[in-house]
């Protein structure tokens, strides 16, 4: 079983900077996928960034340059540096983690943590 909880959320002013944390645990492939993905209220969940167990990035064109995806391998744990913080970067923001192993996918979602920026 694998499990994924996220931490470093909260209420932030635009401009301002957050580091969220993703503590992943159990089962998991060594060659994988993690990545950060967000929901705003009444938007569909989209991806924010992702890295590979390589540390190959990507990042939606929304935060490039302003967020940073990290992983820690030895610590299962993988971070999102966030800075220069925007109103429209509000959401519950999820970590995720997959991998294939033959025709199989295996994917996991964290329960989600809430990025309020505000003044």
């Known amino acids: 079983q694998v499990q994924l909880v996220e931490s470093g959320g909260g209420l932030v002013q635009p401009g301002g900077s957050l580091r969220l944390s993703c503590a992943a645990s159990g089962s998991i492939f060594s060659i994988n996928v993690m990545g950060w993905h967000r929901q705003a209220p009444g938007k569909q969940r989209e991806l924010v960034a992702v890295i590979s167990s390589g540390g190959s990035t990507n990042y939606a064109d929304s935060v490039k340059g302003r967020f940073t995806i990290s992983r820690d391998n030895a610590k299962n744990t993988l971070y999102l540096q966030m800075d220069s913080l925007k109103p429209e970067d509000t959401a519950v923001y999820y970590c995720?983690?997959?991998?294939?192993?033959?025709?199989?996918?295996?994917?996991?979602w964290g329960q989600g943590t809430q990025v309020t920026v505000s003044s």
């Open positions: 995720n983690v997959r991998w294939y192993q033959g025709n199989r996918k295996f994917d996991y």
